[in-house]
């Protein structure tokens, strides 16, 4: 628990300051990424054609993370009896990629873009949706310099399983990741 309470300098608790990925700190310059791991906001939800709303997902992540700020310097995991990301991992937060309303092409755009920046900087990229079509500008990102880059796994949480090559002639939305 070092590093937390008054001889810290701040509590820094969970419900007070700026919400970024766990209270961690944040980048604004996409050039000085010094981090094991680059947290990304992928606001975008023009993909999907009937429940929109995903846009504030990145937000929503952020704000249910900071609760990892609350005293444990990390994630306990009490199954394991372990401490999982903690100080020894680098972990910064980016804020979000720009999305430019209506604009889908140029918003997958700006996210592949930032992952490439997180992938530059030799830091492993967690961008955080959005609708399913974020990952298509993210395994682009990583598609670049596939042997620099090495494999990728992609974590996709849903309700449901969404994979069309093609729906109504859309190949880049929601349902085919």
Avoid at 8 to 13: F, H, I, Q, S, V
Avoid at 22 to 38: F, Q, R, S, T
Avoid at 105 to 117: L, M, P, Q, R, T
Wanted: proline letters at 5%; a negative charge.
């Amino acid at each position: 628990m070092s590093g937390h309470g008054y001889e810290a300098g701040r509590l820094n608790l969970p419900f007070v300051g700026i919400s970024t990925f766990g209270k961690k700190p944040y980048v604004e310059n996409w050039d000085e990424i010094d981090a094991d791991v680059a947290i990304l906001g992928a606001p975008f939800d023009f993909g999907c054609q009937f429940r929109s709303g995903a846009r504030f997902g990145p937000r929503s992540v952020r704000e249910a993370s900071t609760l990892f700020s609350f005293g444990h310097a990390g994630a306990y995991d009490h199954e394991d009896d372990a401490t999982y990301l903690g100080s020894d991992v680098r972990i910064v937060d980016l804020g979000d990629a720009d999305i430019i309303h209506t604009k889908t092409e140029e918003s997958h755009a700006n996210i592949e873009y930032g992952v490439k920046k997180i992938l530059d900087a030799g830091a492993i990229p967690v961008t955080i949706g959005g609708d399913h079509s974020v990952n298509i500008p993210c395994i682009r990102a990583f598609a670049k310099d596939c042997e620099k880059n090495g494999p990728i796994h992609v974590v996709q949480i849903d309700a449901h399983l969404d994979f069309v090559d093609e729906r109504h002639g859309v190949t880049e939305g929601h349902g085919n990741p």
